[in-house]
């Protein structure tokens, strides 16, 4: 399997996911053959059960190269459109993971991943994956559990300019994978963020617990450290060819106070290119 977080996401979205313009699907970390030998692509809509003003739907192409056996790169962009396709925007990503542990059992991968959006937002991320797998190879089931620590920043510029400009988050994840037949595998993540201070994510805050807004930092300096609404994931992955594999998700945000619930799907594919070595 390759890597699907990034956290998209890491979904990223996703991950889900581990900077919020991250777009991945529920996966393990898995790093690449040496050489440039992987291109993702992901689309989606977020929001689904919300007003319109709050949904968006999504594109985002990632790609990854082996620098050496067990270490490896990816660059990658998002699109992003709001639910009546008024307007847009964009971010790009990068980053490095490698695996210091890798066992028939255990596997421990490392991240650091930072992305930036427009105009002047910024966020990285060290994060880890820990793996428990009860057969090589992802063969048949295994536990996951993802921690990334966000350090998110905020260009003092309008309309962000009098407010709090830099924070840092706390983003677990915990899954479970279950290889039902060669080649298709079933994932369910759970995940959830503390935002120990500051903003609460990239390029937004919250007032009062009534979600995003582009004010809000007294009432966050006031609430300090608070968790997000868990979200849980249901992936489905298939390789369709050696070098093929399909993804799809569907993510439930549960309801946070009053807030209702929503939901996101993604589906995409990665292509593993003939490695160069």
Same mark, same amino acid.
């Given at each position: ?9 890491? /979904? ?38 919300? $007003? ?31 639910? $009546? ?35 002047? $937002?910024?966020? /990285? ?29 905020? =260009? ?18 915990? =899954? ?26 990239? =390029? ?27 979200? /849980?994931? /249901? ?43």
């Amino acid at each position: 399997m390759s890597m699907r977080l990034l956290l998209s996401f890491l /979904v990223l979205g996703s991950l889900t996911q581990l900077a919020p313009g991250q777009v991945s699907a529920a996966d393990t970390v898995e790093t690449w053959a040496v050489g440039p030998t992987d291109a993702e692509f992901h689309f989606g809509s977020r929001g689904l059960g919300l $007003d319109s003003t709050e949904r968006n739907v999504f594109g985002a192409a990632q790609f990854g190269y082996g620098i050496i056996p067990r270490f490896s790169a990816y660059v990658g962009t998002v699109l992003e459109g709001n639910g $009546d396709m008024a307007s847009g925007g964009s971010n790009m990503f990068l980053g490095v993971f490698g695996t210091p542990l890798d066992t028939d059992h255990v596997d421990l991968d490392l991240l650091l991943h930072a992305e930036t959006t427009h105009p002047s $937002d910024f966020a /990285v991320s060290p994060a880890l994956e820990l793996n428990l797998d009860l057969e090589p190879d992802l063969a048949l089931a295994g536990l996951y559990l993802r921690a990334g620590l966000p350090i998110l920043a905020r =260009g003092a510029t309008p309309p962000h300019a009098d407010t709090n400009t830099s924070g840092v988050d706390l983003q677990v994840t915990a =899954g479970v994978y279950w290889t039902v037949a060669p080649s298709h595998q079933i994932l369910l993540e759970v995940e959830n963020c503390v935002h120990l201070d500051g903003v609460d994510s990239l =390029g937004t805050q919250e007032a009062d617990g009534k979600g995003p807004t582009r004010g809000g930092a007294s009432a966050a300096a006031e609430e300090g450290r608070r968790w997000d609404a868990p979200a /849980v994931a /249901v992936g489905y992955n298939v390789t369709v060819h050696p070098s093929i594999e399909i993804l799809s998700e569907i993510r439930w945000t549960t309801p946070k106070d009053a807030e209702p619930s929503s939901y996101e799907v993604l589906c995409g594919f990665i292509a593993t290119l003939p490695s160069s070595r």
